[in-house]
């Protein structure tokens, strides 16, 4: 099974998929039961890691202060791993069985991005895009309706998106897509 999380930068990804990773390898310590040996066998790949670390990009956006991703090179990556989350905001543009789409309200989506550091006009751009449902409408275009999992992290802590994604991973949740409605931020 292949999980891909995404979701526009500052949603919550990094954080949720890294408290998943903590407990994939802590539940390979105890006994386990049928769901939790779903989930000791994933492995998380943070893709834009591997994008830096492998430097599969084509080029630098000067103006965004952003690599362009070289999605082929990253496809060829991941060819014949299984069982694994890939998470970046990238990731629902490589082959996924269930697509977890991390969605944020926008000006709270904008303040997340400004604390980390981030130039005022790239979080504009990026909470304007989640009120969009850009990320959203990519997943659905490239997975189907049925694949795609909405999670609304507004008000969610990184442990409560950690679960959301672990009912997602071992089929106890149902799919879902547009629930979240973020557009009247646009108004």
Do not use: W
Not at 40 to 55: I, K, Y
Request: hydrophobic share 35%.
């Amino acid at each position: 099974m292949r999980l891909a999380v995404t979701g526009t930068p500052g949603t919550g990804k990094t954080t949720a998929t890294e408290l998943l990773e903590e407990r994939l390898s802590s539940d390979g310590d105890n006994d386990a039961d049928a769901d939790d040996d779903q989930l000791t066998d994933l492995e998380v790949v943070h893709l834009n890691r591997v994008l830096e670390e492998e430097e599969l990009y084509t080029e630098v956006d000067a103006d965004r202060q952003s690599k362009v991703a070289d999605l082929d090179a990253l496809r060829e990556h991941l060819e014949g791993r299984d069982d694994i989350v890939i998470e970046s905001h990238l990731s629902h543009h490589v082959a996924a069985d269930r697509v977890a789409v991390l969605r944020c309200r926008p000006d709270v989506l904008e303040s997340r991005l400004l604390e980390r550091g981030e130039t005022e006009a790239k979080a504009t751009e990026n909470a304007e895009s989640e009120a969009l449902d850009v990320i959203l409408s990519e997943a659905v275009e490239a997975h189907g309706l049925e694949s795609i999992y909405e999670i609304d992290t507004t008000d969610r802590d990184p442990d409560r998106v950690a679960d959301a994604l672990e009912a997602v991973a071992t089929g106890e949740r149902e799919p879902s897509a547009g629930e979240v409605d973020f557009v009247g931020y646009l108004a």
